[in-house]
RNA sequence: GCCCAGAUGGUGGAAUUGGUAGACACGAGGGACUUAAAAUCCCUUGACCAUUGCGGUCGUACGGGUUCGAGUCCCGUUCCGGGCACCA
């Protein structure tokens, strides 16, 4: 009998000699190059991990293990991004405390990661909620709350020299609150009164990469604008800096693009106007500084504190009501329609160009965050502004040569500008713009407002500072007291400053976050620690921060904390900071573009201006796996009846009002329902075990189809619990072997790419690993490898594999090498090689792929170290010379015919190969050669006349 | 509306980046072994025509172009995906 590939016991067996043995444990050593790959690291849900999670992780793992076998010292941790909303809501939901819930699912996670045979340094996990971790989330906060942006520096400097600053100009107040809130103008980490995103759903605020299409990420509830003051980052401060740095980052495209976007820097002029018979006077942005000539009214954002001080009597009673208008719409009504509305304020502003006198309007299509909340409009050359022009009969002057303004304005920044008085010819100014191009016109208007000081260039990002508070209960609490009013650092020694105990996650009756909850939660600033809040009008017990910080704080430099995570100290030891730098390879899913991946940049260029990282970038490639997606079933139950019909008797019909389909079974309508995956065999329904998945379908009638079968509607969808699509990883480990799920996700298609998870395909990677299984066993279950040289037609197959894998590890193009290695094995088995120097390279290069199985063959071949630390083939060319290289030969486009190149010929040897080969003479006989193309290598085409 | 990436057999996807399109796998069909099934192995499988052999024609969303040669480059169109979206 022919020795079985029994996965399961050699899994199990590596498993365990693995762990035992430390295989994967690694330590800084200078004396060898470093990588670090790293893993978005999960957020261990409820539903377990299931089938996409490892396509990212078996990609990295893959070229961790290629990286090691390179004899890099690599870095390959995991961990968990522990605190989050789900645990929190299903605290209050069961009164369960959300650690205990996180733990389980860590615990769960944990199970299922080992079974996939990564090599994961686990003695170096992190968890985001583990007080020997927030210590320095909290402590960085502390460290941004002690700085403030040097605008001409670039870079974070120690708040107190700006104090010194403040000194030496004489503008230090000698009031405490005074200073406080002087200086919270300029600190990283601030208090601010700013317009938030409130989700009261969620009873919390929401940082904008949060609110997606006007509606919370989770749960999508609505989000409206509310003045709130609460915890802001400064990472505008760091705006040029985060897209400057994209340069330097091997990101793809479009990822880079997406950030730039989201930054959305816009370099442009501001421009001062007076008010006309007032002594007020009020500063707006523009790009287009060429159009000056041709503003016929000003826009001011309702939200902007000029409409108070601008609107005159007459108008105070209509604007009041205007602003009451806009209030009362949510964020989501804002983006949906875009109607035209506004109202006259009263006032009148001066073109300092023309001296001309512009009516100033108050419209919600200007934005109180970007610029300066007000804006000069030119109907002519801006849509917005030429739709509020038509609608409330505005002038409208057209500023461009040719220019048709007469239904649509003309937005493009092209063409030769005329229309601006000639130079000197009014008292205002004396530049003329005509005869320019556009570009040159705002180059010249550029210039001349910035010499008679009209206003100045000036650059604006759109990139918003990140609201860093938020009103729950599972996250890292503020290591911040406040000492009458003022917000107060507690000591730097006194961290971690550990989440309380609290009864009821819910917000308190006052309204207080769920952190109001707590009785021992106040600080005794004499005795340095927590005490209870009753004592907290005492002398030196102060109350603290209710607030926990959100989820992007944890994830904002876990990287560096894998580093070094055990050490009390310091997030991370100058020694392991310097020797392993940053992240050279960090894979994860980009629908963090522009959450995570702004944050974590900021964050750490702050870390690397404190000096703590030592790279201004924190990952240095960056490779986003595609989303594995689930097929979603749907039964369809007749509305208000306990009857589900089969798909197939359904009518569709498209409701163009409500953009999705409608269903209706003899007139009657009929509502989809998610029916769990694993009812479902293809698109047939198996109604009996439907019956006893919940109690809704047990007594339920199902309207089967002609062929007694109930067919289910199916969608692609994102994998997730409530959809009832998610597949785990553990049937496939139990089922076909871990060895198996790794080849078969990286066979599935290309790693960025999204792809429906589908089972169908994976027979064809498990057979290939129990044909490489059987290359290296006789009938009789001995290892048949022997000792004997390696043919020619081997090492041509070794090494053509070895060129392939090599190239297309380096890219990440896995699911290209699998069927290299098919191919490979197929050759192999067909010469039956027996070479076991051939056969050792084999499994050092399926190592990284199928570790497992590599691991067991690898001692099978009777070594003692573990494959892991074996050396990655060096492929030879020399091994494929004797080969030849079959070629189309093409004349004038007609005649075609097959020779044999050396893969070395040089293009002169190839054309007079084929010019005198028997074949081609009989062609080209009577015919004049009109010209000969050779590639190197490839192929000749002679054109003949 | 703007920006970015795509469109290849029944399916997932290859194609050395301008050089024999469809590797490899799945599925399907046929065959071998077997009492039978599973497993395994072999053959066929883009379409059409010819199949007595050779073969031939058309084919990479659509329409043009560049080139000896285009899935690949250029221009235009359609469709799908992603991002941004009153950002002045």
């Not at 919370?216 to 980052?233: A, D, F, H, I, T």
């Not at 006198?357 to 108050?362: C, S, V, Y």
């Amino acid at each position: 009998m022919a020795k079985e590939y029994n996965f399961r016991e050699i899994e199990q067996k590596w498993h365990r000699l693995w762990t035992e043995l430390g295989t994967y444990r690694v330590k800084e050593d200078a004396s060898v190059p470093k990588y670090y790959v790293l893993n978005m690291f999960p957020y261990p849900s409820g539903a377990g991990l299931h089938v996409g999670h490892p396509l990212g992780y078996i990609a990295s793992d893959i070229y961790a293990r290629y990286k090691r076998l390179q004899g890099f010292n690599v870095l390959n941790p995991m961990g968990y991004d522990a605190y989050g909303l789900p645990a929190e809501q299903y605290a209050i939901k069961t009164g369960q405390h959300p650690e205990k819930t996180t733990f389980a699912n860590i615990d769960r996670y944990r199970e299922q990661l080992d079974k996939i045979g990564f090599s994961f340094d686990w003695d170096r996990e992190v968890r985001t909620c583990s007080p020997d971790y927030y210590h320095w989330t909290q402590w960085a906060f502390q460290k941004m709350f002690n700085s403030y942006f040097d605008e001409e520096l670039q870079k974070a400097q120690p708040i107190e020299k700006l104090i010194e600053k403040f000194k030496a100009e004489g503008c230090w107040p000698s009031d405490e609150k005074e200073q406080s809130d002087l200086l919270m103008q300029y600190r990283l980490a601030f208090l601010g009164e700013t317009m938030v995103n409130w989700c009261p759903k969620l009873g919390t605020v929401l940082a904008n990469d949060e609110v997606v299409n006007g509606v919370s990420e989770r749960g999508g509830y609505p989000v409206e604008q509310k003045k709130m003051r609460q915890w802001c980052l400064r990472v505008s401060a760091y705006a040029q800096r985060l897209l400057d740095g994209l340069d330097t980052i091997d990101w793809s495209d479009s990822i880079k693009e997406t950030q730039r976007n989201w930054i959305g820097r816009s370099e442009g002029t501001e421009v001062e106007f007076r008010v006309a018979d007032s002594d007020a006077s009020f500063t707006i942005f523009t790009t287009r500084a060429d159009t000056m000539f041709g503003v016929t009214f000003m826009v001011l954002a309702p939200e902007s504190e000029l409409v108070e001080q601008l609107t005159t009597e007459d108008q105070r009673e209509a604007v009041a009501e205007y602003v009451k208008y806009v209030k009362g719409r949510t964020e989501r009504e804002r983006m949906i329609d875009h109607k035209v509305t506004g109202v006259f304020s009263g006032s009148y502003a001066i073109n300092p160009f023309t001296g001309e006198k512009n009516p100033i309007w108050i419209s919600e299509y200007v934005l109180a965050g970007y610029g300066t909340g007000a804006i000069m409009a030119v109907p002519a050359h801006d849509s917005r502004d030429y739709a509020f022009a038509k609608h409330f009969n505005l002038p409208i002057v057209p500023l461009i040569e040719g220019a048709d303004v007469s239904e649509q304005s003309y937005d493009a920044k092209e063409g030769i500008v005329c229309n601006s008085p000639a130079a000197g010819k009014t008292p205002y100014c004396d530049l003329s713009l005509n005869g320019l191009t556009v570009k040159e016109a705002i180059a010249a208007t550029k210039r001349y407002v910035t010499e008679k000081k009209l206003g100045r260039v000036k650059v604006n990002y759109r990139l918003r500072d990140a609201i860093f508070s938020r009103q729950r209960y599972w996250g890292e609490p503020f290591p911040v007291y406040y000492k009458n009013g003022i917000p107060t650092m507690i000591p730097e020694e006194c961290l971690p400053l550990e989440l309380p105990q609290v009864d009821k996650f819910l917000p308190t009756e006052t309204g207080e976050p769920p952190l109001g909850n707590a009785q021992k939660w106040a600080w005794d600033e004499a005795a340095r620690q927590i005490v209870d809040k009753s004592l907290i009008d005492e002398k030196n017990v102060f109350p603290i921060e209710l607030y926990t910080m959100p989820g992007f704080a944890g994830s904002s430099a876990y990287y560096l904390r894998y580093m070094d995570p055990h050490n009390d100290k310091a997030l991370v030891s100058d020694e392991a900071a310097s020797y392993w730098q940053n992240v050279d390879l960090y894979v994860g899913g980009s629908e963090h573009a522009t959450g995570h991946l702004i944050y974590s940049r900021f964050w750490n260029k702050f870390l690397f201006d404190l000096g703590v990282s030592k790279k201004d970038e924190p990952f240095q490639k960056l490779i986003n796996q595609g989303m594995i997606q689930g097929w979603s079933s749907f039964v369809f139950r007749l509305r208000g009846t306990n009857k589900f019909v089969s798909y197939d008797l359904l009518e569709v019909q498209y409701d163009n009002e409500a953009k999705k389909n409608r269903y209706f079974y003899q007139g009657q309508e009929a509502d989809p329902v998610y029916a769990d995956i694993s009812m479902v065999s293809g698109n047939v329904l198996n109604v009996e075990k439907i019956r006893e998945w919940t109690i809704e379908f047990r007594n339920a009638e199902f309207i089967l189809n002609e062929s007694g079968q109930y067919i289910v509607n199916q969608a692609i969808e994102k994998m997730s619990k409530s959809k009832y699509n998610v597949v785990n990883p553990d049937d496939i480990c139990e089922n076909y072997g871990a060895d198996t799920l790794r080849l078969y996700e990286m066979f599935l298609g290309p790693i960025e790419q999204s792809k429906p998870w589908d089972v169908a395909g994976i027979d064809g990677c498990f057979r290939f690993l129990k044909k490489f299984w059987l290359l290296f066993w006789d009938k009789n279950g001995e290892l048949a490898v022997k000792d004997e040289k390696p043919s020619a037609d081997n090492l041509k197959t070794l090494h053509k594999l070895i060129k392939k894998v090599t190239a297309d590890i380096e890219v990440f193009s896995y699911n290209t090498s699998i069927p290299a290695f098919m191919v490979a094995t197929t050759e192999l088995t067909q010469q039956q090689c027996r070479s076991r120097e051939v056969m050792e390279q084999m499994v050092i290069l399926l190592a990284p792929f199928a570790p497992h199985i590599a691991e067991e063959l690898y001692h099978a071949l009777g070594h003692e170290t573990s494959v892991c630390d074996a050396r990655w083939p060096q492929f030879d060319e020399k091994f494929l010379v004797e080969s030849t290289v079959t070629l189309g030969v093409q004349f004038n486009g007609k005649v075609r015919f097959s020779m044999a190149f050396a893969p070395d010929a040089k293009p002169d040897e190839m054309v007079a190969q084929v010019v005198n080969s028997e074949e081609a003479k009989r062609f080209l006989e009577g015919h004049d050669i009109v010209k000969t193309i050779a590639v190197p290598g490839r192929i000749v085409n002679i054109v003949i006349k």
